[in-house]
C-alpha cells in the first residue's frame, strides 16, 4: 500500500472519533399535544432528549401506555459501544501502519458486522419497550403495541414517530467507504 493510502487509511480510522462527540440515531414525536415535537438523541454512550425535557417528557408519555422508562444507565450497550468504537479506531491505525490491503478487508468485515449487529440490537430493544407493556398501565389499547420504526415514520395513536441516522452514522459511514476505496486501489498494486 503506497504513502497516500496509508494516509487516508489512518484518516478512515481517525474520523470514529467524531462518533463519540455527535448523535448516532436521533427519534422524533410530533403530537398534537407536543406541536413543537419532542425526540432524543442516541450517541455512542448516551439517550439524551433534544430539548431540555425531551426524556422526562417521553418517559411521562411511555408511563400511560405502560412502557419502561428508557434509562440510559440501564442499557449495557450504551457501555460497551465507546470501547467498540475505540477498537475501531486503533486497529484501523495499525493496519494503516502495516499497510496490508486484506487486512483493511478485514477491518470492513468487523465493521459492518458490529454495524449489523447495532441495528440488530436497536430493533430488538425497540420492540421490547413498544411489545412488553405493563398491564396496570393507565391507558390500554387492545392489540396496540408502541414499537418506534428502526428508520423512517410510523403513527402510534396520535403520535408520529420518526427514526433516522444522525451525523455520526454518516460519519461512520464515510469512514468505511474511504477504507472501502482505499482497499479497492491497493488491491490494485
Not at 503506497?2 to 436521533?26: C, E, H, K, Q
Not at 464515510?174 to 491497493?186: N, Y
Request: net charge negative.
Amino acid at each position: 500500500m503506497d504513502t497516500r493510502n496509508r494516509i487516508l487509511m489512518a484518516v478512515a480510522a481517525l474520523m470514529l472519533i467524531g462518533v463519540y462527540f455527535t448523535p448516532i440515531w436521533s427519534i422524533s414525536m410530533e403530537a398534537p399535544q407536543y406541536p413543537e415535537g419532542i425526540g432524543m438523541n442516541i450517541s455512542i454512550d448516551n439517550i439524551e432528549g433534544k430539548n431540555e425535557n425531551d426524556l422526562q417528557n417521553i418517559n411521562g408519555l411511555n408511563h400511560y401506555i405502560g412502557m419502561k422508562e428508557i434509562n440510559p444507565d440501564s442499557i449495557p450497550e450504551l457501555k460497551v459501544m465507546p470501547y467498540i468504537f475505540g477498537f475501531l479506531i486503533l486497529s484501523g491505525l495499525v493496519i494503516a501502519g502495516i499497510g496490508k490491503p486484506k487486512w483493511i478487508l478485514f477491518w470492513l468485515g468487523l465493521f459492518v458486522l458490529f454495524a449489523i449487529a447495532g441495528l440488530v440490537d436497536f430493533y430488538l430493544w425497540g420492540y421490547d419497550y413498544g411489545h412488553n407493556l405493563n398491564p396496570d398501565a393507565p391507558i390500554k389499547v387492545p392489540g396496540m403495541t408502541y414499537q418506534p420504526p428502526l428508520i423512517g415514520s410510523k403513527q402510534l395513536l396520535n403520535i408520529n414517530a420518526t427514526s433516522l441516522p444522525h451525523i455520526g452514522f454518516y460519519i461512520s459511514l464515510l469512514s468505511m467507504s474511504i477504507a472501502g476505496t482505499v482497499w479497492w486501489r491497493s488491491k490494485k498494486d
